[in-house]
């Protein structure tokens, strides 16, 4: 069964390097207000690994996500044509898709796919020669059915307008934008998330420098359901971009400065009402600014900040207490030797691509326990191995019945069912390993099957 599935792996191939040109119009790495400058410029199996998506060299890194040691490099400088990373998610442990803005070009971005385990290049979801395709794509999560949530900053110019679309993540269709239906101002969407409650959740920044929004959709119905947060003098809601829920069940937002006598910030809203309370400055005035496009949550319940902005922290990715506000240098600046020179998005392999939340445990496939089944498999394809590998490494029960063999030649095609393997209510991203069946061996042959296709990134 397994060899068989092996050797079918399809790969979609890209349809050329066209770019489709916009006459005088480019879309900028950063906010013009901002003023920061570009910076010049085989992975490995660890019990969890943080991914950032690196601006100065087009690549995305990993550490070792208890530690901060750097791991290497994931996808290597400009694999696939990438050239400006932003939003990261596993769309399962074999499959990374990242967001590539195609910074200070005039074509579409694009969503490239690569292995999540090697890195290696497996082909554009979303061409930029798509008429569909997002001008200046940010932020990006995995939805129900197989939705895919793009939010596009567009070009900040009032012509070429900013939208929150939708793709279909096994083939890259175009599933429509959602709207913000009566809403009259500047709608710039930046970053993307599903909050608890199963709605979608984006940051809307203006064209002017100051204010901005967070909206909230049904995303069964597609209705609008208004903006949850508006920026006031209290919370100083300015060019909102990275966005996620904590494990306290409150909004983190970044925040940008309104001028020399600000500060760039993340702020803290209720989860449930939107009520500000209260915010982390992560520089102060009069000195370099150190702001960040993009944070997440992870091990121990910290707060992961990449810091993106020109100062003598550019590079730093801070891991915060949010309970204290306190930080330590997870991984150095730039200016210190650190690897990553100006950090954007980022990602664990535990992060759930919906809610971007992140839930270590045995019952994932993720970290270490996806890469060492991934890796012994391919030493040991045998029906009986997979199955011990399985039952081992990715924390299934341990009276796993071994799934029956199958006859027919090596080399015959395999039809992965491309349902997510999920259990329960789960998204259906493939991130949860189903309950073992109890029924015919036939049942559980398709229950290891159906993982090993999710574990190889083959859905």
Excluded at 152 to 158: E, P, R, T
Excluded at 408 to 419: F, K, L, V, W
Excluded at 427 to 449: C, F, I, K, R
Aim: contains cysteine; glycine residues 12%; hydrophobic residues 40%.
């Amino acid at each position: 069964m397994f060899s068989r599935f092996l050797s079918a792996r399809r790969v979609r191939k890209p349809r050329g390097n066209v770019h489709r040109t916009v006459a005088g119009r480019t879309r900028p790495a950063l906010e013009a207000l901002e003023d920061r400058a570009l910076l010049s410029a085989g992975s490995s199996a660890i019990a969890e690994t943080l991914y950032v998506g690196d601006g100065s060299d087009d690549s995305v890194k990993m550490f070792d996500a208890t530690t901060g040691a750097f791991e290497g490099t994931l996808v290597s400088p400009g694999s696939g044509g990438l050239h400006g990373p932003r939003g990261l998610i596993f769309r399962n442990d074999g499959q990374l898709l990242a967001v590539d803005q195609n910074v200070f070009e005039p074509n579409p971005g694009e969503i490239l796919r690569y292995n999540g385990m090697t890195g290696d290049f497996l082909g554009n979801l979303v061409f930029q020669t798509d008429p569909n395709a997002p001008f200046a794509p940010r932020g990006m999560v995995l939805g129900a059915n197989h939705t895919l949530y793009v939010a596009d900053d567009g070009n900040l110019d009032g012509i070429i307008l900013g939208r929150l679309a939708r793709f279909n993540s096994e083939t890259g269709a175009f599933l429509g934008d959602l709207q913000p239906t009566g809403f009259t101002g500047d709608f710039y969407a930046r970053a993307v998330v599903i909050g608890p409650d199963g709605l979608v959740y984006v940051t809307v920044r203006n064209i002017a420098p100051t204010g901005g929004e967070i909206m909230r959709w049904d995303p069964v119905t597609g209705n609008f359901l208004g903006s949850f947060v508006t920026s006031n003098a209290t919370n100083d809601l300015n060019r909102p971009e990275g966005i996620v829920f904590g494990p306290d069940g409150n909004l983190y937002v970044c925040s940008f400065r309104a001028d020399a006598s600000d500060t760039d910030k993340i702020l803290e809203f209720n989860g449930s009402t939107g009520a500000y309370i209260g915010k982390i400055d992560l520089d102060q005035v009069g000195q370099p600014r150190e702001f960040a496009q993009a944070l997440l949550f992870g091990p121990g319940g910290k707060l992961f900040v990449p810091i993106t902005a020109n100062g003598p922290d550019t590079g730093e990715v801070r891991r915060y207490d949010v309970s204290t506000g306190t930080f330590d240098v997870f991984v150095p600046p730039s200016s210190a030797g650190g690897p990553i020179g100006q950090g954007w998005y980022l990602t664990f392999r535990d992060t759930d691509p919906a809610t971007l939340a992140f839930s270590a445990g045995p019952r994932t496939i993720g970290g270490a326990s996806a890469a060492v089944a991934a890796a012994s498999v391919a030493r040991d394809p045998s029906t009986a191995g997979l199955a011990t590998i399985l039952a081992a490494s990715i924390g299934a029960p341990a009276n796993l019945p071994a799934p029956p063999a199958v006859d027919g030649p090596a080399g015959s095609s395999h039809s992965a069912d491309s349902t997510p393997v999920v259990a329960g209510s789960s998204t259906n991203s493939g991130a949860v390993v189903p309950d073992v069946p109890s029924q015919a061996p036939s049942t559980v042959e398709n229950w290891v099957d159906r993982v090993f296709a999710d574990l190889a990134g083959q859905l």
